[in-house]
């Protein structure tokens, strides 16, 4: 696929000290890739990187509430992203939910890999499909099924 990445980071307020934490455990990879990030959390990202001695790419979009979250599924649109983290409260509402579900669809239906917890995020960064040449991402098919083959009928 490619070796640069350009990977959405986003992390609500709850969730903002584990994404750091994430951020500096993962500091050598994530330096390698173009880090887009929600204005409030790539502050914190920026800062991290900047405390570990590492140099990072790190762009900053307007805060989540005020249309950071919109302006990533834009870029999520336009296929300038490869990878999202987006680590979630689910424990607290958030007042700009539709567009946290706008952002997390878009990623759907656009076939962007997307992590809401840490454990999904290091598999997807450790994969080797990223720097395989030959792989490339099928397709996504919305074609309606009519029926079940007879080898899935019950």
């Given amino acids: 696929m490619k070796t640069k990445l350009t990977i959405a980071l986003v992390a609500h307020d709850h969730r903002k000290a584990d994404m750091v934490d994430w951020v500096k455990y993962n500091a050598q990879y994530l330096s390698r890739h173009h880090l887009v990030c929600t204005g409030t959390t790539g502050g914190l990202i920026r800062e991290a990187f900047e405390q570990l001695g590492i140099p990072a790419e790190v762009e900053c979009m307007k805060s989540g509430p005020m249309g950071g979250d919109a302006e990533i599924a834009a870029m999520v649109v336009r296929n300038e992203i490869d990878l999202a983290v987006f680590l979630i409260d689910d424990l607290n509402p958030q007042p700009h939910e539709a567009d946290i579900q706008?952002?997390?669809?878009?990623?759907?239906?656009?076939?962007?890999?997307i992590a809401c917890n840490r454990i999904s995020a290091d598999l997807m960064i450790s994969s080797r499909l990223w720097e395989d040449p030959d792989y490339t991402p099928a397709e996504q098919s919305y074609k309606h099924f009519d029926r079940v083959p007879?080898?899935?009928?019950?």
Avoid: K, T
């Fill in 150 to 154: 007879p080898e899935h009928a019950e």
């Fill in 102 to 113: 706008m952002l997390l669809r878009q990623c759907r239906l656009h076939n962007v890999p």
